[in-house]
């Protein structure tokens, strides 16, 4: 997991030297040349974590289509981690998975991973998993520092959505 957060935060900065060098460009402040030197950087760390995110999900058991159809939660063959997948990016960054919880039992923390098309998440679990799960998906109420750019372009309101998954037991 450290490899793909280190490929994450390559790939944070590159996103967020690409605004600032657009922006200089824009007002003449560089050249096309330096821009396209950030543009190329981004590339280079879009592959990075690409290449990292496939590693862990072959690592989980998943197969990755070249591009997801429709949206889904696919369960890993061990119960320990949800790929969700999404024809459509979902800027990942900005959501802040919390616990899994049951009705039952204590919650679980989670961590997602995700994929630099922004189309494909994983969701890591302490544990193997059966049953009926919440899962609360956030929007953070703040841009991340790469998404600074934005400021003032969206509203910053708090979303909550819970999703309850349903979790067979004969996956394992």
Known sequence: MTSWETANAGLLTALGQVAVF????????????????????????????????ANLATGCGFELS????????????????????????????RIGATALTTEAGPSMTTKLLYS?????????LPS???????????????????????TGWLDHRREEYTLTLEIPSEIR
């Open 22 to 53: 657009e922006r200089r460009y824009a007002t003449r402040l560089c050249t096309l040349e330096e821009l396209e030197d950030n543009q190329r950087v981004l590339r280079e760390r879009r592959f990075d974590l690409d290449e990292q995110f």
């Open 66 to 93: 070249p591009r997801p159809e429709r949206f889904e939660f696919i369960v890993s063959p061990d119960g320990k981690a949800i790929l969700i997948e999404c024809p459509e990016p979902i800027d990942w960054t």
């Open 116 to 124: 630099s098309d922004f189309t494909r998440a994983i969701l890591y």
């Open 128 to 150: 193997a998993v059966a049953g009926i799960y919440r899962l609360v998906v956030t929007y953070l109420p703040s841009l991340p520092a790469h998404l600074n750019w934005l």
